[in-house]
């Protein structure tokens, strides 16, 4: 089955600097990759996604690429101000007869004023 | 986000108890799951369903049970079987069956050991 691994578990970074976190994934059938966003106390919200035919997708200061060949999709975060203050966490979606994501185990990103 | 609630909000377990954690959503979503938040192991899949009275185990069943006798409804019962039941528990649904659409979670249920 699908396993999906991230890095790092934590990331710590001055506010305005960039933030990566990288995932890589096992099933080279995985069509798609989500990131959730978690604050603290809060639920999972989706933040952005990407599907196996993009290479990278943008949304504002956020961007997502994927590398099929590597097996491996990197959550990009720029100029990082401190409400980005959360755990993140990738999925990769295990394709079949019952489709389910396998989620990551999460970076605790801690943006510093 | 008001339209997946889960109760209680927190939940004492007793040795030997089954206890049952309520997860209901209006959003007229046919997949609805089930996870467990453990620190440091991010969201592991205990039960899903695609579809009124069908469900599937995910990857940690052992020791839980689900229905979903309603498409609004999936309860979840943590048996006594479940030797670590202490852990966040969060239901999340989504509009269809083919994984590619958000998962919309509910704001969770603490369940503590006494």
């Known amino acids: 089955g699908e396993n999906v691994e991230q890095h790092p578990s934590t990331l710590s970074v001055q506010e305005g600097d960039s933030a990566v976190i990288k995932c890589t994934y096992s099933?080279?059938?995985?069509?798609?990759f989500p990131w959730y966003k978690q604050e603290l106390g809060k639920r999972p919200q989706l933040i952005i996604d990407i599907r196996s035919n993009v290479g990278e997708k943008k949304d504002q200061r956020i961007a997502v690429t994927l590398n099929k060949t590597a097996k491996h999709f990197s959550l990009h975060i720029t100029e990082t101000q401190p409400e980005d203050s959360a755990v993140y966490f990738c999925a990769a979606l295990s394709p079949g007869g019952y489709n389910k994501l396998i989620f990551g185990a999460g970076t605790r990103l801690a943006v510093h004023p | 986000d008001g339209g997946i609630t889960q109760s209680p909000k927190y939940l004492f377990r007793k040795e030997g108890q089954n206890v049952t954690l309520s997860c209901e959503q209006n959003?007229?979503?046919?997949?609805m799951y089930w996870y467990r938040q453990d620190p440091g192991q991010g969201l592991r899949l205990i039960y899903y369903s695609q579809i009124v009275n069908d469900f599937q185990k995910g990857d940690i069943a052992e020791g839980y049970s689900v229905s979903r006798e309603k498409k609004e409804s999936f309860p979840l019962t943590v048996t006594s079987a479940q030797k670590n039941p202490t852990a966040f528990y969060l239901c999340?649904?989504?509009?269809?069956?083919?994984?590619?659409?958000?998962?919309?979670f509910g704001p969770g249920t603490r369940l503590l050991v006494l």
């Open positions: 999340a649904s989504s509009i269809s069956t083919s994984g590619m659409e958000t998962q919309y």
């Open positions: 959003l007229n979503h046919d997949a």
């Open positions: 099933d080279s059938a995985s069509n798609y």
